[in-house]
């Protein structure tokens, strides 16, 4: 810490610098003297620490206005008061405002920064708000030392290698992943990255077919092989350490996704590989030429046209009337899917659910359960447009909003073409069709899907790690680091989640071993959970308080609610893959055994309720029993509504 000396000749220097400018309005000498005795009467029966920061700033603004009095004026006498008594008492509260650390990082680099970028600000707010900015400057200096100011430099080994891409570009249904795999098959080492964990089983099932030895890596399990020649896995679990002859990276047009956009992005510019195959949208070409031709690889374009023909029916959709073996009936969340799966139900009609929070494995057999004609329809969410394999004849929207996590909103170009390009699979159909729950709704769809895709025009960038070894709050670095405008076509990633849970993280911190080690606990709080389902935030935050006890974490238990239904054992699925996932992450034992075994027991209670009884997740009014529009956010008809 800087002497007091000289901190109390700074603010001297400082407030005297303040007294001799020209005050917007003058100071009235009448009421001055009293002004001035109240001042000291509050500087003396004030105590360090105890003082209101309110009180502290309204202080620092009187005292400005005494020196613009006593410099103006020439009060000698009044000078010498508030040089010798006002101001060091004035620094005293400002220091006892501050914690130890603070203290000691009041240096003469400070007093300098303050000097040159933020002149007489002492004069108007004190210590406690003025220390921060300065850390704050520091470290984004910092970050701006330590993160290269090209973002494809911070795999400076990986610009020596010498690259090569074949960007396989098209719509969906038009064969460029099989191209991209039928190389995969050659390879000595390779490596398949994608989106979803079903799509890096089936690339794996596929290896297995054609004879290739093959590894799956997702973030719920791994199955090792021995001799493996190809390691099929989602975008996250990408090995930058191992060296390929031959990868690909599947869904690309993903590079653009504000929370997981940034994967993509370091599997372009880091990943080691002689020949990389990135299957993509049209939509993604400029962006991703882009980031091969600032890493000075080389590339060439494979352009694919849809196989199939996709024709937009004329007439709307009629529920459930209309719906066809082979239709794939889609909404935009749980509920939607899950009252809709119901209706058919009560109509007779078996179903497939697909929906983002059903476990993989779920997913998995409810998607073959379609391909094997043993339920004639799917309902699903826009998940089925990442690339799910499934031979659908015709896409019909149920509905064309969605929620995305802020508000409701209309759907996108790209969200149409992704989902309505699923219709028609090649080899089962000659034609895919597409249809809407509506006149209005099909007249939006038929637009969308006509209308040309905006090119991207960013691409996410992740957190680096690197930042962690400087010697600030985890959760400063963060938001600093995010605080940093990137060159174009960069854009940072959704931190939000990650901040949500280090400030659960950080209400425990006395209780969590090692919350000083931004390494550990950067590992802790991006564990992928989610963090809307309370039950497992609350499991993360016990393994983050226990994980130091034993050598394995304690297993999850499941509370049975007999009004769960089938949420509660999707919880408890989420809470086995935190245990898998914590357990690796901060090297404890796993019981493979037992965690095999719930995932199963798990999995039967759900595929129970998805084969019967969806009835019971029909919206209907809770007075009336009348069935409820989709979607619908309320409870009760309109009819029953306006009765009460």
């Not at 950080?506 to 209780?511: E, H």
């Not at 935050?541 to 050598?551: E, H, P, Q």
Request: charged content about 30%; proline content about 5%; hydrophobic content about 35%.
């Amino acid at each position: 810490m800087i002497q007091k000396k000289k901190l109390n000749q700074f603010y001297i220097e400082q407030y005297e610098r303040a007294g001799r400018k020209k005050p917007k309005k003058p100071v009235k000498e009448a009421s001055m003297q009293a002004r001035t005795a109240k001042i000291q009467k509050t500087l003396r029966s004030a105590r360090p620490g105890q003082i209101n920061i309110r009180t502290l700033e309204e202080l620092h603004r009187q005292l400005k206005n005494t020196a613009s009095y006593a410099y103006r004026r020439n009060k000698e006498e009044l000078i010498e008061t508030l040089n010798q008594e006002m101001l060091p008492r004035l620094m005293e509260l400002d220091l006892g405002m501050l914690l130890t650390e603070q203290k000691e990082g009041l240096n003469g680099e400070f007093l300098a920064w303050v000097r040159r970028t933020m002149p007489c600000a002492i004069c108007q707010e004190p210590m406690f708000t003025l220390y921060p900015k300065f850390r704050q400057y520091k470290v984004k200096n910092k970050i701006l030392e330590l993160v290269p100011a090209r973002p494809e430099m911070e795999f400076a080994e990986v610009r020596e290698l010498a690259r090569h891409f074949i960007l396989h570009i098209g719509p969906t249904n038009s064969g460029k992943t099989f191209q991209a795999l039928e190389r995969l098959r050659q390879a000595k080492n390779g490596a398949y990255l994608g989106p979803l964990r079903l799509l890096a089983l089936e690339v794996y099932e596929q290896m297995h077919g054609a004879g290739v030895p093959c590894t799956m890596r997702t973030g719920q399990e791994c199955i090792e092989e021995e001799n493996s020649r190809v390691t099929a896995s989602t975008i996250e679990m990408a090995d930058f350490d191992e060296n390929y002859d031959i990868a690909v990276i599947d869904e690309a047009q993903l590079v653009a996704d504000t929370d997981r956009g940034h994967s993509w992005t370091k599997a372009i510019l880091g990943l080691r590989a002689e020949e990389i195959h990135i299957c993509m949208s049209p939509a993604a070409e400029q962006v991703v030429c882009h980031l091969i031709q600032l890493c000075d690889d080389t590339f060439e374009v494979r352009r694919y046209e849809r196989k199939t023909e996709l024709v937009c029916e004329d007439r709307p959709f009629a529920f459930p009337e209309d719906v066809q073996e082979g239709d794939a009936l889609i909404a935009f969340s749980k509920k939607s899917v899950l009252d809709v799966a119901g209706r058919l139900e009560e109509a007779g009609i078996a179903s497939s659910v697909i929906y983002g929070s059903l476990p993989p494995e779920i997913r998995r057999r409810q998607t073959r359960m379609f391909n094997k004609g043993k339920t004639k329809v799917a309902v699903a969410t826009d998940a089925i447009g990442m690339g799910l394999n499934l031979p659908v004849r015709r896409i019909v929207f149920m509905q064309t909003d969605k929620f995305d996590g802020v508000s409701r909103r209309p759907l996108k170009i790209p969200e149409v073409k992704q989902i309505a390009g699923r219709a028609g699979r090649f080899g089962i159909y000659d034609k895919g069709y597409v249809s809407a729950l509506g006149e209005r709704e099909l007249e939006y769809i038929r637009t969308l899907y006509r209308a040309d895709e905006e090119p991207l025009t960013q691409v996410n960038l992740g957190f680096p790690q690197v930042l962690l070894d400087i010697d600030a709050p985890l959760d400063e670095l963060m938001k600093i680091w995010y605080s940093v405008t990137p060159s174009e076509p960069f854009v940072k990633e959704n931190i939000d989640e990650a901040l949500y849970l280090y400030e659960q993280a950080r209400r425990y911190k006395n209780q969590i071993d090692g919350f000083e080690n931004k390494h550990l606990v950067y590992k802790m709080i991006t564990c992928p959970i989610d963090i809307k389902d309370r039950r497992v935030v609350m499991l993360w935050l016990d393994y983050c308080r226990s994980y130091t006890a034993d050598v394995s974490l304690e297993k999850p238990t499941f509370y049975r609610d007999r009004k769960g239904g089938i949420a509660q054992y999707e919880t408890y699925y989420k809470q086995l893959d935190l245990y898998y996932q914590f357990s690796h992450r901060m090297q404890k034992e796993l019981d493979e055994e037992w965690l095999a075994e719930q995932r199963e027991k798990t999995e039967m209670r759900i595929m129970n309720y998805l084969t019967r009884g969806k009835q019971n997740y029909i919206a209907r009014c809770k007075y009336c029993g009348r069935l409820l529009p989709l979607g619908s956010p309320f409870q009760v008809c309109d009819d029953c509504f306006g009765k009460r």
